[in-house]
Structures are given as C-alpha cells and as structure tokens.
C-alpha cells in the first residue's frame, strides 16, 4: 500500500476550539486553515484521488505524530463536540467519545499513534 506524508503547521489560535493548523502535501497548501488537520487532510487527499496510508508531521520533529491506516476511512470521520465541550469521532460506524484535553484512547483503526 502507498503511503504518504503531510506536515502540519500552526496558524492561528480562535476561541474555544483553540490552535489551528495549515497542511501541506508535496509542498503544496491542501489546507488552508483547520483545527482538525488529519480528517481535513485526509478528505483534501481523498478529493485528488490519494490513497492509501498517511503520517502527519510537524517541522522539526524526527517522527510522525500519528499515522492514519487508510486515508479514505479517516475521510469520512468527523469531530463533533456538544455543549459540554465533549468531543466525539463520528462516522466509520461507530462514534468514539474523548473529552476536551485528553488523549485519545480508542482511535478508530484507521487512525494509530506511531508510539
């Protein structure tokens, strides 16, 4: 299976949802502004016809700081938060719960943490 890397940039910080990030494919911008870089990268990618796995990158760093199975799967996943500030992965068939500042225990299994 191919693969593929996007690296993650920090923009701006808005409100609540807090810091957000531009993503870049070969170099290229695919996403302007988003605070939820993976699912938007992977829904750019999927867009142009890229499949396959993904890493996610910052600068400066010598490894991913997550890797996405299969860029299509995590395309139709999205972040829903509710009035609490509870946030939830939503599609894929089945909805994952995390609350606001924890890490993510049970990732869907298109989407894994390198370590």
């Known amino acids: 299976m191919t693969h593929h ?7 701006t910080v808005c409100g609540e949802r807090g810091q957000r990030y531009r993503v870049k494919y070969q170099g290229a ?6 605070w939820s870089p993976e699912l ?8 142009r016809g890229i499949v396959g796995r993904l890493e996610i990158w910052r600068s400066g760093k010598g490894y991913p700081d997550m890797l996405i199975a299969d ?18 992965l939503r599609g894929g068939g089945r909805d994952r719960r995390i609350s ?3 890490p993510v225990p049970c990732r869907p299994r298109c989407c894994q943490r390198p370590f």
């Open 5 to 11: 890397q996007i690296t993650i940039e920090p923009t």
């Open 29 to 34: 911008i695919i996403v302007h502004e988003t």
């Open 71 to 88: 860029i299509s799967k995590a395309a139709g996943l999205s972040v829903e938060e509710n009035e609490n500030g509870v946030h939830g």
């Open 100 to 102: 606001r500042g924890m």
């Open 40 to 47: 938007e990268a992977a829904r750019a990618l999927l867009a």
